[in-house]
């Protein structure tokens, strides 16, 4: 003890002791020790000379401070201790680099000691275990060490955590942590876990890592939160960023609309500290990498739609238009702007809406664009409006046509009380600032982009250069501008403005063949720019000159020779005497070549350092890339080559106005058919309401018949009661009229019973036919339900001519139902009348035989309805019996069925218990065989007959699966 505290008290022990000796000492100390007590304060003197002798207490004291972490992890003190004095070894911490005994060689001691650390991985494990201990004197030392193990060698640190069971749920049990200290540095811990590594991202991610960051970002405070907001934005970035399932994630979570509220700052003037800016900046940034150029073009297009409808596309548009925000956030929130809108109908169409608090109140778009042509106003400030202006005109030909329009004659205000962006535009184009020419020239440009129909609007636009002069277009105005050169005295690069114009004329020219008829009917055009492309210029100008070839490559590749003078093989053949094709090539490939040309072609966005790099446009480089094979093509070309071509447009042309005829004629039909099945449909309906009119009115006839037949009756009584005496022909009101109708009605049914008969016996050949064929022996399985089919059809048929039949016995025993009762009446009748007036005897006898007669043909009607329906009973027992007889083999063919898919889940179970088993069984005995291997390598003996070779480990295996695939076949 008295030794330990000479050490603590600044080597006070002896000067004989050096700093090696001391710390030998303590490490014997630490590792012979057998009082706790001793190894603590050997550990807590290691710790605190561990970072002024860092080299010497790392190479003597790292194993018994891991041993340590090994052995006595039930007392925390010596643990923090252990963990603090690793972490004075392994990070290199500034302030301790310029001490005396340092030197340069101790600026990779840290990497060193990290690789020494991690080379056995159960030291990172060990550590990660260690985490799980609540008590703050090791949890936090522990994320300390390990967040400085990741900043010192990242990617295997990385890489063992990520093989290490539930080794990210337990760094992310951190940020529950209500001991903010740790919560913090567990957020550090995180950034440095999950940077450049999509597994580890994703694995955060899904374990709830966006709910529990924007729960302490909103904690925090939102943007007027401290570090800690700044630190929980880093981590989003990192989660986020090129990693296209974790922003899916993210939207799907909804957690989109939870960014809102971190960009209700307000209009006031003051409240912007240093700690905000940095934050709201992070937060902008956040918002880019949801909606960046470079994601998958649907997970963009679904977050800016997300981002519209939850209302924070509303609430940026609010920071763009107001007062006092600071330059950078500015410039940063119009760049978030821009991608936010970039592409989407929906929000461009809200940011078009979308106007200053201004009086008169004036289009965002035209707020913008004066800050752009404004060489007052910052570099970055007028690039980031640039790039807004060109977001919104991205895809958006109704926008392009919006642009345009503000620069025609019909829609030019003349009062001159408001400035429209077209008029922006031009005075942009024509001032004497280079950058304002070159933002002018590119902006027009965009609305130019693949919209062939405002490059021709574009050609009405007319500008009053001087008083007294007549005005001239605006393509015009462009070429004597280019024309002039160095000629007007300019502010900035001296090729900036000629680029720009060149820019705006290939773009405005190529696919329009107006836009070249117009450009080429100034007869100086040509010759300037053969002029320029042929001189020999100095390396500044050679980029001019490879622009002058593209434009002039463009009005011969889509000139459609409607000048006779500027044909494509005149102007062919002017190149070839003044310039000559492999010059004019090599001149037009300089634009590829040139250094800012790749640097444009990779981001949209204009971001450049100094204005002197702003040369290319980013839509410019795809165009330059589409053009320059074809216009090379297009000089080598003959004039026959042209003359096919030209005639192999033309038949193209003419086959496209035959689709387009036809096309048109199938639209028509198409419009024809859809009005005949409209008026097909109303047929439809009308006819079933016809229908259902006439039921009704037959049913109505048949009533009125009834009611008809009735008043005859009684009529006929009372006309019988009236002339009994003088009408002897009648009986009882009876005309014999209508009792021969009874007997032909008789005689009908009589047929009917005949034609019904013979049908049943059809039926019954077909029910014996059945009969044979159920009886018949089944010889397999397909031919019983083939025959089950049939015979189902089969009585479904006889059901519905049983059915027939039932309903026309029904109809047969209703009408001798009603002759009944006419007989019944009939006879009521003759005996009243018998018994009020006597008659003689002839006419008796003629009754009693009519009456005699009526009965006999009444009782045969009986007899044989009787048996039409004994006859009908046995084809229904028949078809019963039958029936059952079918129901019984299908419930033993479904039976069978599922005996065998049961016998088939039992036969894969046992398969994949089998499989199971076999793999269990294969990697114990890999366990067991690299566990020998390490007890070889640590010198344990180890009998001969314990030892497994892998090659006959995998001979087990096979053995085993063999066994297994014998009791599959048994």
């Avoid at 509220?261 to 880019?288: I, Y």
């Avoid at 039909?669 to 859809?674: A, G, I, P, R, S």
Wanted: hydrophobic residues 35%; contains cysteine.
């Amino acid at each position: 003890m008295n030794f330990l505290r000479g050490v603590m008290g600044g080597q006070s022990a002896g000067p004989q002791h050096t700093e090696a000796e001391t710390i030998q000492k303590l490490c014997d100390r630490v590792a012979s020790s057998t009082l706790l007590d001793d190894r603590r304060n050997a550990v807590r003197a290691l710790k605190s000379l561990s970072k002024k002798y860092r080299l010497e207490v790392g190479i003597q004291a790292m194993e018994h401070l891991i041993h340590v972490l090994q052995t006595d992890r039930s007392d925390s003190e010596i643990i923090g201790y252990a963990l603090d004095t690793l972490y004075n070894i392994i990070s290199n911490d500034e302030e301790e680099e310029v001490e005396e005994n340092s030197t340069r060689q101790s600026d990779d001691l840290g990497s060193q000691f990290t690789e020494i650390f991690i080379k056995q991985q159960e030291n990172v494990t060990l550590l990660l275990s260690l985490l799980e201990e609540f008590d703050f004197h090791v949890r936090w030392p522990g994320v300390k060490l390990l967040t400085s193990l990741l900043k010192q060698l990242g990617p295997q640190v990385q890489q063992i955590i990520l093989v290490s069971p539930m080794g990210v749920s337990r760094l992310m049990d951190l940020l529950a942590d209500s001991r903010e200290v740790i919560r913090n540095d567990g957020v550090l811990l995180l950034q440095a876990l999950t940077r450049s590594n999509g597994a580890i991202q994703k694995i955060v991610a899904f374990e709830n890592a966006f709910e529990r960051l924007l729960d302490i970002i909103t904690d925090e405070g939102n943007s007027d939160g401290g570090i800690v907001v700044e630190d929980c934005l880093i981590l989003l970035q990192n989660l986020l960023k090129n990693n296209n399932s974790n922003q899916n994630f993210f939207k799907e979570g909804s957690y989109i609309q939870r960014m809102k509220p971190w960009f209700e700052v307000g209009d006031e003037n003051s409240g912007w500290s240093a700690q905000k800016v940095t934050n709201l900046h992070l937060m902008l940034q956040l918002v880019r990498v949801l909606v960046s150029p470079n994601n998958p073009p649907g997970a963009t297009s679904s977050c800016q739609k997300a981002m519209f409808q939850c209302g924070l596309l509303q609430q940026l548009c609010t920071i763009l238009m107001a007062t006092g925000v600071p330059a950078d956030i500015l410039t940063e929130t119009i760049n978030t702007v821009s991608e936010v809108i970039r592409g989407s109908e929906v929000n461009q169409d809200y940011f078009a809406s979308v106007n200053a608090p201004s009086h008169p109140p004036r289009p965002a778009i035209v707020v913008l664009l004066m800050s752009m042509v404004n060489e007052r106003q910052p570099f970055v400030l007028r690039c980031a409006v640039l790039y807004c202006f060109q977001c919104f005109l991205y895809k958006n030909q109704k926008g392009q046509g919006e642009i345009v329009s503000t620069l025609l004659p019909s829609t030019i205000d003349a009062t001159g009380n408001s400035v429209s962006a077209g008029q922006l535009l031009c005075g942009g184009l024509f001032s004497t600032d280079s950058l304002s020419n070159w933002c002018a020239a590119v902006a027009l440009a965009h609305a130019l982009q693949e919209n062939p129909t405002q490059k021709e609007q574009l050609l009405r636009v007319q500008l009053a250069t001087s008083i007294g002069n007549p005005p001239v277009s605006l393509l015009q105005q462009c070429t004597n501008i280019l024309s002039q050169g160095d000629k007007i005295d300019r502010r900035g690069s001296k090729i900036q403005t000629r680029v720009g114009l060149l820019m705006l004329l290939c773009t405005w020219l190529s696919n329009c063949p107006i836009a070249v008829t117009h450009f080429l009917h100034n007869s100086a055009n040509v010759p300037f720019l053969t002029g320029q492309i042929a001189e020999n210029l100095g390396e500044e100008e050679q980029l001019v000159q490879g622009l002058c070839a593209l434009l002039l490559g463009i009005s011969i590749y889509f000139n459609d020779n409607s000048l006779e003078n500027y044909r494509k093989e005149k102007l062919k053949q002017l190149i070839e005497k003044r310039i000559g094709k492999e010059n004019f090539i090599e001149k037009l490939g300089f634009i590829s070549k040139h250094e800012l040309y790749s640097r444009a072609s990779q981001k949209p966005q204009p971001n450049f350092p100094t204005p002197e790099y702003m040369i290319f446009d980013h839509e410019f480089t795809k165009l330059v890339k589409e053009l320059e094979g074809v216009i090379t093509k297009a000089i080598y070309k003959s004039n026959e080559e042209d003359m096919k071509e030209e005639e192999v447009k033309k038949t193209l042309e003419q086959h496209d106005s035959i689709v387009t005829h036809y096309k048109n004629m199938i639209r028509e039909q198409d419009l024809q058919l859809e009005e005949l099945k409209q008026q097909v449909s109303t047929l439809k309906c009308q006819n079933e309401q016809l229908q259902t009119a006439v039921t009704q009115q037959v049913s109505q006839i048949q009533q009125h018949k009834d009611q008809y037949n009735l008043l005859k009756i009684q009529l006929g009584k009372d006309n019988q009661h009236q002339g009994s005496h003088s009408d002897g022909a009648q009986m009882n009101g009876i005309q014999p009229e209508e009792v021969g109708r009874l007997r032909e009605e008789i005689e009908e049914l009589k047929s009917k019973q005949e034609f019904l008969q013979s049908q049943l016996a059809e039926k019954d050949s077909l029910i014996e036919e059945l009969k044979s064929s159920q009886t018949s022996p089944e010889t397999n399985e397909d031919s019983s339900e083939t025959d089950a089919a049939r015979d189902s059809k089969q009585v479904a048929q006889l059901k519905q001519e049983l059915e027939t039949l039932k309903s026309q016995l029904n109809l047969q025993s209703a009408e001798i139902i009603r002759l009944q009762t006419e007989k019944q009446d009939l006879l009521q009748k003759t005996e009243a009348f018998a018994k009020s007036v006597p008659v003689s005897g002839e006419n008796e006898t003629e009754s009693t035989v009519k009456s005699a007669d009526v009965d006999e043909r009444l009782s045969a009607l009986l007899q044989e309805t009787k048996e039409l329906k004994n006859e009908i009973k046995a084809v229904s027992d028949e078809r019963t019996a039958i029936k059952e007889q079918l129901d019984s083999s299908n419930s033993t063919i479904a039976i069978l069925q599922n005996e065998k898919n049961k016998l088939e889940e039992k036969l894969t179970d046992s398969k994949k218990e089998q499989d199971d088993l076999l793999v269990l069984l294969a990697d114990q005995d890999q366990q067991v065989f690299s566990l020998k291997n390490k007890l070889k390598e640590l010198g344990h003996p180890i009998e001969e007959e314990d030892e497994l070779e892998p090659g006959d480990q995998a001979d087990e295996e096979d053995e085993d699966e063999d066994d297994g695939e014998d009791e599959d076949h048994i």
